[in-house]
C-alpha cells in the first residue's frame, strides 16, 4: 500500500532582488542553470548495467518550524524526506545557514504525516510505528519507542502537557508525558473495513480525546483516558463522504463537524458528549503548533518570520514584520534523492519521467550524458508519448498534461495557454490518482485511467481526442464497477483490452472481490466482454500485446500469463514468484518493456527475464546488481529503469533477437 498522499506543496516566495535590471537578468540566469544540470559520469556496474546518476537529487520538508536552540538562536527545524522514507531532522541556523543534520534514531521508512512543536519546546512526530522526541536545546533525540503501526495522522498537546497522538490506518491513539516520561498505548479504538485518515485531534480542558477521520464515511471520536472507553459521535445516517474537523478553543471545549465543510453544521464536544449548535462558532483556537506534514510553522518568538525555506536551492529567508527587512541564507543538507515514479522514452530520444516529493520532471539525454531537472504540475504518476508529444497523467485531481520536447519548458499552470507542458483536462473524483496512459495506435487518442478520489471507490477511463481537443470521460459504471483500471493494450479493429485493479481511492472501501479483464469498441466506448479470468486476483498489474496478437500479462506482479484475446481464452500461464520473485512495481507500473522488432522483456524486482515467442518461456537474462524499483523503457539497445532514486540501464547483447535457451 502507497502512503504517499496530501500532496499540496508550500508556496515559497524567493524573488528578493528587485533593485535593477542588471539583477533581474541574473536571477533569470541562475534560475536557467539550477533547471538544467551539468553532465556527470555514468558509473559501470558490471555485466552490462550502468548507473546514470539520481533522477532528481533533492529532498521533501515534511514539517517546518522556526523555535530557539539552547543559545537563544534561531532555527528552523526540519523532517526530511526522500525516497527511502523519513531519515533525518535538519536544524538550520537562521542568522547564518550553518546546518546540523540528526538521522532519525528509528528503521527508516513512510515519513511524518504529523507533527508538534511542543509548549516545552519539544518537536515530536510518530512514524514507521515509532514515536520520537527531538531536543533542539539538547540537540539531540531524547525519546524513541515502538508503536501502534503506522503513522500519526493527527498530534495534540492536552492542558497537562502530554502529547497525543492518533494513528492511520486503525485509529490508534498514544499519549507521552514529557514530564514522567511514560508513554502510553490506548491501543486501537475506532474498527472500519478500510484505512481511516485522522487528520484533526484535540482535547477538552477535562483531558477527553477527540479525533476526526475520514474519508469513506466521516467519523468522531471521543475518548476517556480515564476508563479507557472510546465512543462515535455520530450516527450511521449522520456519517458522510470526506473528512470530520475538531480543533480545542480556549474556552476548554472542542469543536467541530461531521463534515469539514463551510454549509455544515457544527457542534460543541465536552466531556465526551455533543451539543449541537448549527451555525460556526466565533473561532478562539487554543494555539497548538501542529499540522500534517505540510505543517510550516514560521514564527520565531521575538517576531520575525521564516520568508521561505527550500529544499531545492538551498535557500532559507527570514523577513522582519515590523521592517520588512529580508534576509537570505545558504544551508546544506544530505539525502539519496527524491522518489521517483517511472521513466519512458520522449520524442525527442531522453528518457523522461517525474520525482515526488518535491515535484520534479527530468529528462536525460545519454548520448551527451545530461541531465535536465525542472518544477513539475504535481506528482508524474503514468507516461506515453504519441507523435512528437509526450503526456504525463498527474496526481492528485487526475490532470492531464501534453509536452512539446521540441519547445522551450515554461512551467505549467492550469487553463493557462502558452505553457508547455500544457494542462490539457482534470478527471477528479473519476480519476484522482493517474494508473495508467495509453497512446492508442489511431494517432490522436490518449487513454488515461486511475484509481478515483479520496473515498472513493471505482474509476473511470479518460480519453482524449488530440484533433478536437476535446474528452469523453467514463466512470466506474460504464467500465467496471467499484474498479478501476490499471493496465490498457490497443487491439486490432477498433478494440481496446483492459485489466483492473480491485483497490479504492485512498481511504476509500475496497467493495470488488476480483479484478477483471475488459474488451471495449472504442467507437461506442461500450463493453463488449468482461471476465474474472483468475479466481481471487486483485489486479492486472501490467499487460502488452506481442507480434503475433496474443496478450502477456501479469496478475498481482507474481503470475505471468498468455491471453488470445480473439478466442477469449488464456493459452498459457506460470506462477513467476519461485523463479524471479516479484516483478517491479509503482502506481502506474511499467512491467514490460517491448526492445527490437518486437521482443519482450519484463522488470522482475531481482532482474530482466525475457519471453520466448513460440514457447513461452521466461529466462532471467541479467541479475540486476541494485533492485529495480520501477519501469522502464527500452532505448538505443538498453533498457532503463529507476532503481532507488538512480537511472540505471542495462545494455542487450548485440544481436538482441537471439533467443535464450528455455530456463528459470
Not at 494555539?287 to 514560521?298: A, C, E, K, M, Y
Request: glycine share 10%.
Amino acid at each position: 500500500m502507497i502512503f504517499i498522499n496530501f500532496m499540496r506543496r508550500n508556496e515559497c516566495c524567493k524573488s528578493i532582488f528587485n533593485r535593477s535590471q542588471e539583477l533581474i537578468m541574473l536571477s533569470l540566469c541562475i534560475t536557467l542553470i539550477l533547471s538544467v544540470s551539468l553532465p556527470v559520469a555514468s558509473q559501470d556496474l558490471g555485466k552490462g548495467f550502468f548507473d546514470h546518476g539520481i533522477a532528481s537529487p533533492h529532498s521533501s520538508a515534511k514539517g517546518i518550524v522556526a523555535t530557539v536552540d539552547g543559545k537563544g538562536h534561531h532555527i528552523a527545524l526540519v523532517w526530511l524526506f526522500d525516497h527511502r522514507g523519513g531519515y533525518a531532522l535538519l536544524m538550520i541556523d537562521a542568522e547564518t545557514g550553518k546546518s546540523e543534520q540528526f538521522p532519525v534514531p528509528i528503521p527508516v521508512g513512510d515519513y511524518s504525516y504529523s507533527s508538534i512543536l511542543s509548549s516545552k519546546n519539544k518537536f515530536y512526530t510518530l512514524f514507521n510505528s515509532h514515536f520520537v522526541e527531538f531536543d533542539p536545546i539538547k540537540k539531540k533525540f531524547t525519546f524513541t519507542k515502538n508503536s501502534l503501526p503506522q503513522m500519526a495522522m493527527g498530534m495534540t498537546e492536552d492542558d497537562q502537557g502530554v502529547i497525543w497522538a492518533v494513528t492511520y490506518p486503525n485509529s490508534g491513539l498514544v499519549s507521552f508525558n514529557p514530564n514522567t516520561r511514560e508513554y502510553k498505548d490506548h491501543g486501537y479504538v475506532y474498527k472500519q473495513n478500510w484505512l481511516q485518515y485522522q487528520r484533526f485531534i484535540a482535547a477538552d480542558d477535562t483531558g477527553w480525546i477527540y479525533f476526526g477521520l475520514g474519508f469513506t464515511a466521516s467519523q468522531i471520536i471521543a475518548y476517556d483516558p480515564a476508563s479507557g472507553r472510546a465512543k462515535p459521535m455520530f450516527e450511521e445516517a449522520e456519517r458522510e463522504r470526506g473528512s470530520a474537523y475538531v480543533y480545542r478553543d480556549l474556552n476548554g471545549k472542542v469543536y467541530g463537524q461531521a463534515l469539514q465543510d463551510s454549509s455544515k453544521d457544527w457542534y460543541e464536544f465536552y466531556k465526551g458528549n455533543r451539543r449541537k449548535i448549527g451555525k460556526q462558532p466565533t473561532l478562539n483556537i487554543k494555539p497548538i503548533i501542529t499540522g500534517t506534514q505540510n505543517l510550516f510553522h514560521r514564527d520565531f518568538p521575538d517576531g520575525r518570520k521564516i520568508r521561505s525555506l527550500d529544499l531545492v536551492e538551498r535557500k532559507l529567508v527570514i523577513e522582519d514584520p515590523k521592517t520588512a527587512i529580508k534576509k537570505e541564507v545558504s544551508f546544506e543538507y544530505t539525502g539519496d534523492g527524491s522518489w521517483t515514479m517511472g521513466v519512458g522514452v520522449s520524442p525527442d530520444g531522453t528518457i523522461s519521467g517525474g520525482a515526488s516529493f518535491p515535484m520534479r520532471a527530468f529528462s536525460y539525454d545519454a548520448r551527451i550524458n545530461k541531465w535536465a531537472n525542472r518544477e513539475a504540475f504535481g506528482q508524474f504518476n503514468a507516461i506515453t508519448h504519441q507523435g512528437d508529444r509526450f503526456y504525463f497523467g498527474v496526481y492528485p485531481n487526475g490532470s492531464l498534461l501534453e509536452w512539446d520536447p521540441s519547445k522551450p519548458w515554461i512551467n505549467t499552470q492550469k487553463n493557462k495557454a502558452g505553457t508547455n507542458p500544457l494542462f490539457l483536462t482534470a478527471c477528479t473524483p473519476t480519476i484522482h490518482r493517474p494508473g495508467r496512459l495509453l497512446a492508442y495506435p489511431d494517432d490522436k487518442t490518449i487513454i488515461m485511467s486511475g484509481t478515483p478520489e479520496y473515498g472513493y471507490t471505482g474509476g473511470g477511463l479518460l480519453f482524449w481526442d488530440r484533433e478536437k481537443k476535446d474528452r469523453i470521460l467514463l466512470t466506474d459504471t460504464s467500465v467496471i464497477i467499484d474498479q478501476s483500471t490499471i493496465s490498457l493494450v490497443p487491439l486490432a479493429k477498433g478494440l481496446l483490452l483492459g485489466g483492473t485493479t480491485t483497490e479504492p481511492g485512498t481511504g476509500g472501501e475496497k467493495k470488488a472481490k476480483e479484478a477483471e479483464v475488459y474488451i471495449m469498441d472504442m467507437a461506442s466506448k461500450k463493453l463488449l466482454w468482461h471476465k474474472a479470468l483468475f479466481p481471487g486476483v486483485q489486479e492486472y498489474t501490467d499487460m502488452t500485446v506481442g507480434k503475433s496478437g496474443l496478450i502477456y500479462g501479469i496478475t498481482d506482479r507474481k503470475k505471468f500469463f498468455v491471453f488470445d484475446p480473439v478466442k477469449k481464452l488464456i493459452v498459457h500461464e506460470k506462477e513467476t514468484t519461485s523463479y524471479f520473485g516479484l516483478t517491479t512495481y509503482e502506481q502506474s507500473p511499467r512491467v514490460f518493456v517491448r526492445g527490437k522488432d518486437g521482443a519482450i522483456y519484463l522488470l522482475f524486482v531481482k532482474g530482466i527475464v525475457k519471453v520466448n515467442p513460440v514457447s513461452f518461456e521466461m529466462t532471467m537474462i541479467a541479475e540486476s546488481p541494485a533492485p529495480i524499483d520501477a519501469g522502464g523503457d527500452y532505448l538505443d539497445g538498453r533498457i532503463y529503469f529507476i532503481s532507488g532514486s538512480h537511472l540505471l540501464s542495462y545494455v542487450l547483447p548485440v544481436n538482441e533477437n537471439y533467443q535464450p535457451a528455455a530456463g528459470k
